[in-house]
């Protein structure tokens, strides 16, 4: 094995150097985290353990304070008809940023819960001092199925030519056809005789 340089030496051991103190500050901070639940949820054993025959009365003040700023923050960033808003860069671009401000914000409010994920991410941030949320682009094919009555041929030919024309997003799975005593007849005074033996 080929000795190693300075430089590469040097370049190694402040890696290992910076490892070593992610741990320590993320152990440390693991712990400020636990900590921090602990007094939310006024459990103060680890810090201030009653003493017996005393009172055991805990003041809520963490809590009481990250719960008195949740709806200031809420309102700061969901207050409005608009999470996110795009600036045009032109008057070119007015239109486009007016489309995407609306898609954008239609996306993550209405077909995502676009409230509860803001609640939860800066509720987070304050417990745990980060807050975190996970961003995908998910597409998904959904499948309906729609049954048709009492098709004319005429009726069922224009279907057939959508299906051929839907370039296979659509398809026909069962076609059956009734006999002549079965079919429906709609001229004149039988009608309603007709719709009625039909359904």
Do not use: C
Not at 101 to 108: E, G, I, M
């Amino acid at each position: 094995m080929p000795r190693m340089s300075d430089a590469d030496l040097k370049t190694m051991l402040a890696a290992e150097k910076a490892d070593a103190l992610a741990a320590v500050s993320a152990a440390r901070l693991a712990e400020e985290r636990a900590d921090a639940m602990d007094y939310y949820l006024g459990n103060m054993k680890k810090d201030m353990p009653a003493q017996e025959g005393r009172s055991r009365a805990v003041s809520t003040d963490v809590a009481d304070t990250v719960e008195g700023l949740m709806p200031h923050l809420m309102d700061i960033f969901a207050g409005s008809d608009e999470v996110v808003r795009f600036e045009p860069v032109g008057p070119e671009d007015e239109a486009a940023a007016s489309q995407e401000t609306d898609y954008v914000n239609h996306v993550f409010m209405q077909q995502n819960p676009g409230f509860m994920i803001l609640y939860s991410f800066i509720k987070d941030a304050l417990l745990s001092k980060v807050g975190i949320v996970k961003v995908w682009w998910e597409e998904r094919e959904e499948e309906s199925r729609e049954t048709y009555y009492d098709l004319t041929e005429d009726q069922f030919a224009l279907l057939a030519q959508s299906v051929m024309e839907s370039d296979g997003a659509m398809r026909i799975v069962a076609h059956t056809m009734r006999g002549p005593e079965q079919s429906v007849n709609l001229r004149g005074a039988d009608n309603d005789a007709a719709a009625r033996h039909s359904s």
